[in-house]
C-alpha cells in the first residue's frame, strides 16, 4: 500500500503583503487545518536554549521534579498522570500528588502559565530552582514572549482571513493579557524527545 503525505503550507509572517498572507492562512486552513509559520521573529538560537533547557530539566530525577507538582494548571505532570484519550491502551503507574488512572499517557509535561500582565497570573507560575537550572526561568520567559509576539501578529492575519478588521481581536479584547501557555513535553524512548507547545485559551 502507498502513503501519500501532505506537503503543509508556509506560511511567511514577514511578507509585507498582508492580504495575500491573510489568503493564504485562509486557505491553508481550509485544505489542511495546519501550516507552518516562517520569519516569525523567534530566533532559531533562542529555540535552541529552550530545548536544551527543557531537556535538563525532564533529566533530572523524578524526587527533584515531583517538587513541581502541577497546580493551578502550572508545573510538573509525571508519565502517564494525564490520558488525553480515554480509549488509549498505555498503561503504567505515576508517582504524582493526585490519584492516577492505571492508563495514562506515555509522556511527561511541565506548564508555564503567562509570564507578564497585572493580577497574580505570572506569581502563579513555578520555577526549578536556580541552583539547579540557573537559565531555566530566563529561557522560558524569553521563549514565552517571543511566541506571543509573533502570535499577535498572526491573529491580525487570522482576522483579515476572516474578512474582519486587522484589529478585530484587540477591539473586542481577546488579546487583553490573553491565557497564553507554554507547554514543554519528552515523550521517553530510546533517545530523548521533546516538544515545546505554547497554547493560547482565551
Known amino acids: 500500500m502507498t502513503v501519500s503525505t501532505a ?49 535538563k530539566f525532564f533529566s533530572l530525577p523524578l524526587d527533584e521534579k515531583m517538587k513541581l507538582p502541577r497546580k493551578e494548571h502550572r508545573g510538573y505532570t509525571p508519565l502517564y498522570a494525564e490520558n488525553l484519550n480515554p480509549d488509549s491502551s498505555s498503561k503504567g503507574s505515576c508517582s504524582y500528588s493526585h490519584a492516577c488512572s492505571e492508563s495514562g499517557d506515555s509522556k511527561e509535561s511541565f506548564y508555564v502559565g503567562p509570564v507578564r500582565g497585572s493580577g497574580n497570573k505570572a506569581e502563579l507560575n513555578q520555577w526549578p530552582s536556580p541552583e539547579a537550572l540557573p537559565s531555566w526561568r530566563s529561557t522560558m520567559e524569553s521563549y514565552h514572549d517571543k511566541v506571543m509576539s509573533a502570535g499577535r501578529r498572526l491573529i491580525s492575519l487570522i482576522a483579515l482571513a476572516l474578512n474582519l478588521d486587522e484589529d478585530y481581536f484587540d477591539k473586542v479584547g481577546a488579546m487583553n493579557e490573553p491565557d497564553a501557555f507554554l507547554r514543554l513535553i519528552h515523550y521517553p524512548g530510546r533517545n530523548l524527545s521533546f516538544s515545546c507547545i505554547l497554547t493560547w485559551d482565551d
Open 7 to 55: 506537503k503543509l503550507p508556509v506560511i511567511d509572517l514577514s511578507s509585507p503583503d498582508r492580504l495575500s498572507t491573510a489568503n493564504s492562512i485562509r486557505q491553508a486552513c481550509v485544505d489542511y487545518g495546519f501550516f507552518y509559520l516562517a520569519n516569525h521573529g523567534v530566533e532559531e538560537e533562542l529555540v535552541k536554549r529552550a530545548f536544551e533547557e527543557s531537556r
